[in-house]
């Protein structure tokens, strides 16, 4: 399970394993509140040309494994939201991609959020693509997530 936390890439990059990450209270699964350290995984951002090692830690009750994450990033997304949302409106705006950004990705984005905004907007989301962003996002599903289940 991946936690979204009030944390900056550059400090975590900066201070490594020795960031002072905050220490959840209860498992997320089963509120169970014996949360053990299970140690770092790396992760990989586009701000950064190497490993960022995340804390984790596993609930002994239920066996959930629980990895921290910077909150401005989508899970399983290398990119900030706001880089996300920004490829989204410069694509719409001016029918290009942002430089410095692969446009497989970017297309890959673009192509994922048109299929879940149809799909959980139907006919509400009147052809805006930016403003069917945020209302998926608001609803508590990842935009760009080619999964339903997100």
């Known amino acids: 399970m991946i936690m979204p ?15 002072s990450w905050p220490k959840l209270s209860s498992c997320p699964r089963c509120q169970s509140s014996r949360l053990w350290g299970h140690g770092f995984v790396p992760a990989y951002f586009d701000e950064t040309p190497n490993e960022v090692y995340l804390r984790r830690y596993r ?10 994450k910077p909150d401005d990033y ?7 939201i ?20 692969s446009r497989t990705r970017q297309r ?12 959980y907007l139907t006919d509400l989301w009147g052809n805006d693509l930016v403003g069917g962003f945020d209302q998926v996002w608001e609803i508590g599903r990842i935009p760009v997530s080619r999964s339903m289940q997100c």
């Open 5 to 19: 936390v009030v944390a900056t890439l550059k400090e975590i990059v900066q201070k490594g394993k020795k960031y």
């Open 59 to 68: 609930c002994p009750e239920c066996g959930c494994v629980i990895r921290l």
């Open 74 to 80: 989508f899970q399983r997304f290398r990119a900030t």
């Open 82 to 101: 706001t880089v996300i949302r920004s490829s989204i409106s410069r694509r719409v705006d001016t029918n290009s991609w942002l430089p410095g950004l």
């Open 108 to 119: 890959h984005w673009f192509r994922a959020l048109h299929s879940k905004v149809k799909a």
